[in-house]
């Protein structure tokens, strides 16, 4: 876990205090939406009230890549920052936590993929500041960073890799409109879920993990369908931080191993492609995760479905929601089925070498993957539908 957590509403207001312990200028890594809601100036305001002087990269757009970092790099090398705030969804807070171990480590980032290079230095001090309630990057040791070159997403997971410091304000979310909100909502429960049946969960993580699904399951579609209620919001902020505590202490599985090849080669936002897998999968790996399964639907309740098995109440539970939030299937996000089809066996290929899969209860094979892909690329969300 990060250092420091604040929590709550407000509790941004803590960001020039917060930067004074560990530096002097901050560069804030951040997009250009971000600016424009005003949410940039606030922070350079409060850290200006506290003598911190600021930098910022503005140009983070969609999913994170390595020329997201080398540019931020350079702008840290030339204003001398010492200090770094990412400030927006899981795509600003990942490309800080690269920026933060090459400012003193040096190196591509891709270099420190799968225990090639560890980090030797200190990173710089990384505040994270989330404006959305999904990726919970903001207390993890993970950053996925995509390599333009092999159109590859980059899981790297070291502990230098978490921020110092996480400021988790649910005021900050009521910017999102209804299909982000959606889209990390489902991203933050996928994560709770998949910590929660992955081979490495453990008990401290099943706590988090449980508390995160209640937390997002009773709140998301109230946040979704009215997104000034602020008790949604906070339930839904708290929920994504417990989730990515979660699953940095374990693991995902193959949801997420499976999503990375699709956000990498067509562009589909990470938190949406989880959403459109994560029903399908947990079909897939049902069998194997009876148990857990079982204790996520006593949870849930009967309220979603009129299943009166657990098990089963919690696959067609997390289905109707997808339903109702009107996450789309691959073919409505608009990629072309025959494209896919000419890929589908790269994206096997990257899924199962980014090692996520081996910690589903049911590992699948490259063929196994394959025919997820192509079962989730019309998949519709309806008691009706099934896959292998």
Same mark, same amino acid.
Request: hydrophobic share 35%.
């Given at each position: 876990?990060?250092?420091?957590?604040?929590?709550?509403?407000?509790?941004?207001?803590?960001?020039?205090?917060?930067?004074?312990?560990?530096g002097?200028?901050?560069l804030?890594?951040?997009?250009?939406?971000?600016?424009?809601?005003?949410?940039?100036?606030q922070?350079?305001?409060?850290?200006?009230?506290?003598?911190?002087?600021?930098?910022?990269?503005?140009?983070?757009?969609?999913?994170?890549?390595?020329?997201?970092?080398?540019?931020?790099?350079?702008?840290?090398?030339?204003?001398?920052?010492?200090?770094?705030?990412?400030?927006?969804?899981?795509?600003?807070?990942?490309?800080?936590?690269?920026?933060?171990?090459?400012?003193?480590?040096?190196?591509?980032?891709?270099?420190?993929?799968?225990?090639?290079?560890?980090?030797?230095?200190?990173?710089?001090?990384?505040?994270?500041?989330?404006?959305?309630?999904?990726?919970?990057?903001?207390?993890?040791?993970?950053?996925?960073?995509?390599?333009?070159?092999?159109?590859?997403?980059?899981?790297?997971?070291?502990?230098?890799?978490?921020?110092?410091?996480?400021?988790?304000?649910?005021?900050?979310?009521?910017?999102?409109?209804?299909?982000?909100?959606?889209?990390?909502?489902?991203?933050?429960?996928?994560?709770?879920?998949?910590?929660?049946?992955?081979?490495?969960?453990?008990?401290?993580?099943?706590?988090?993990?449980?508390?995160?699904?209640?937390?997002?399951?009773?709140?998301?579609r109230?946040?979704?369908?009215?997104?000034?209620?602020?008790?949604?919001r906070?339930?839904?902020?708290?929920?994504?931080l417990?989730?990515?505590?979660?699953?940095?202490?374990?693991?995902?599985?193959?949801?997420?191993g499976?999503?990375?090849?699709?956000?990498?080669?067509?562009?589909?936002?990470?938190?949406?492609?989880?959403?459109?897998?994560?029903?399908?999968?947990?079909?897939?790996?049902?069998?194997?995760?009876?148990?857990?399964?079982?204790?996520?639907? /006593?949870?849930?309740?009967?309220?979603?479905?009129?299943e009166? &098995? %657990?098990?089963?109440? +919690?696959? #067609?539970? =997390? $289905?109707? !929601?997808?339903?109702?939030?009107?996450?789309?299937?691959?073919?409505?996000?608009?990629?072309?089925?025959?494209?896919?089809?000419?890929?589908?066996?790269?994206?096997? /290929?990257?899924?199962?070498?980014?090692?996520?899969?081996?910690? &589903? %209860?049911?590992?699948? +094979?490259? #063929?196994e =993957? $394959?025919e !997820?892909?192509?079962?989730?690329?019309?998949?519709?969300?309806?008691?009706?539908?099934?896959?292998?």
């Amino acid at each position: 876990m990060p250092s420091a957590i604040f929590y709550g509403q407000g509790s941004f207001q803590k960001v020039g205090e917060e930067a004074g312990l560990r530096g002097n200028r901050a560069l804030i890594i951040t997009d250009k939406i971000m600016d424009s809601l005003g949410y940039v100036e606030q922070c350079r305001e409060n850290l200006s009230e506290h003598a911190i002087q600021s930098s910022v990269y503005l140009d983070i757009d969609s999913e994170p890549t390595d020329t997201y970092v080398e540019e931020s790099l350079q702008i840290f090398s030339n204003d001398q920052c010492d200090l770094i705030i990412s400030l927006g969804g899981g795509s600003c807070i990942d490309t800080a936590k690269a920026v933060s171990i090459l400012a003193s480590n040096g190196g591509y980032i891709g270099d420190y993929m799968g225990g090639k290079k560890n980090v030797t230095q200190d990173p710089i001090p990384h505040i994270a500041i989330p404006t959305t309630a999904g990726t919970g990057s903001e207390a993890t040791d993970v950053t996925v960073i995509t390599n333009t070159s092999t159109e590859v997403k980059m899981m790297i997971k070291q502990p230098a890799f978490m921020p110092e410091a996480a400021i988790v304000d649910p005021l900050l979310t009521r910017s999102s409109p209804k299909s982000v909100t959606a889209a990390t909502g489902v991203d933050a429960l996928s994560h709770a879920l998949e910590a929660y049946i992955s081979r490495k969960a453990h008990p401290m993580t099943d706590v988090l993990a449980l508390s995160a699904m209640e937390l997002i399951i009773k709140n998301i579609r109230q946040a979704y369908f009215h997104g000034d209620d602020l008790e949604a919001r906070e339930a839904m902020s708290l929920g994504a931080l417990q989730a990515g505590i979660a699953f940095s202490n374990s693991s995902v599985c193959l949801v997420h191993g499976m999503s990375r090849p699709i956000g990498a080669l067509f562009h589909v936002p990470h938190g949406l492609s989880n959403a459109m897998l994560l029903p399908a999968v947990l079909e897939f790996s049902q069998e194997n995760c009876q148990e857990q399964l079982t204790k996520i639907g /006593e949870i849930v309740g009967k309220d979603d479905t009129a299943e009166t &098995n %657990p098990a089963i109440r +919690t696959v #067609e539970t =997390v $289905k109707k !929601l997808c339903l109702d939030l009107d996450i789309p299937n691959l073919k409505e996000w608009g990629i072309e089925e025959e494209k896919f089809k000419q890929v589908t066996d790269k994206m096997a /290929e990257d899924a199962l070498a980014s090692g996520s899969p081996g910690n &589903n %209860p049911r590992v699948p +094979t490259k #063929e196994e =993957v $394959k025919e !997820l892909y192509q079962a989730c690329y019309d998949y519709r969300f309806t008691k009706n539908t099934t896959v292998i």
